[in-house]
C-alpha cells in the first residue's frame, strides 16, 4: 500500500512536469511537447550552449568548433538528440545520415548528441545507418542541460539547428524528414 502512495506521488509530480511544460509554451512560444516546430526570430534567439564532450569513437568534439568556418563568417549546424534505444530515432536515422550529406557541400555541419546509450549499441546504430558526422557520447545526458529552458530537449529524438552566429534559431521535437530539415535550414540562412 505504501508503494502506490509513492507511485501515485511520481504521477503527480510528472503531470506537474508537463503542465510546467503548457505553461511555459504559452509564456514564452518555445516549450512544446506535440512534435511541432520552433523557428525562433532572429533577435530572439539565444546562444547555443557551450556543447563539447567525446564522440562515440573517444575524439574530442564541440558545436563551437563545428560553427566556426575559420573565415569569420560562422556555418549552421544541425544537432540532433539520440539513442539507440529509441524508437522514433531508428525511424529519423536515414533521413538525417541523407540531409548531412544533401547539406555538407553547402557548408552545413551535423552533430549527434547520443543520450543514455552504450558505446557499442550506439556505434551499431551508426553503422546500420551510415551516419557520417560525429555524435558526443553522452551517457548520463548532461550535455542537455545546458540547453535554456526555453528550448528543452525534454527526449528524443530532438533537433536543433543552430544558425551561424552560434544561436538556436530552430527545434524539432519529433522524428525529422530530410525536407522538413533541409526546409528549415534553409529557411534559418535567410533570416540571418
Avoid at 555524435?135 to 543552430?162: C, G, Q, R, W
Wanted: proline letters at 6%.
Amino acid at each position: 500500500m505504501r508503494w502506490l502512495g509513492s507511485a501515485a506521488i511520481c504521477v503527480l509530480a510528472l503531470a506537474g512536469c508537463s503542465s510546467d511544460l503548457a505553461t511555459n509554451s504559452e509564456a514564452g512560444g518555445y516549450i512544446s511537447a506535440d512534435g511541432s516546430i520552433t523557428v525562433v526570430p532572429p533577435d530572439e534567439r539565444e546562444p547555443a550552449p557551450d556543447i563539447a564532450g567525446e564522440t562515440l569513437q573517444g575524439e574530442p568534439i564541440s558545436l563551437d568548433a563545428l560553427v566556426d568556418s575559420g573565415d569569420g563568417a560562422g556555418r549552421v549546424v544541425v544537432v540532433n538528440v539520440w539513442g539507440s534505444w529509441c524508437g522514433p530515432c531508428h525511424a529519423e536515422a536515414d533521413d538525417l545520415a541523407t540531409a548531412s550529406k544533401r547539406l555538407a557541400p553547402e557548408g552545413v555541419r551535423f552533430l549527434g548528441i547520443d543520450i543514455r546509450d552504450q558505446t557499442a549499441s550506439a556505434r551499431a546504430f551508426e553503422a546500420e545507418y551510415g551516419i557520417g558526422y560525429p555524435s558526443i557520447f553522452d551517457p548520463d545526458s548532461s550535455t542537455l542541460l545546458e540547453f535554456p529552458e526555453s528550448m528543452l530537449a525534454v527526449s528524443p529524438p530532438t533537433t536543433y539547428v543552430v544558425d551561424a552566429e552560434g544561436r538556436l534559431a530552430a527545434r524539432v521535437f519529433a522524428e525529422v524528414s530530410v525536407e522538413t530539415l533541409v526546409d528549415l535550414v534553409d529557411e534559418v540562412r535567410a533570416s540571418a
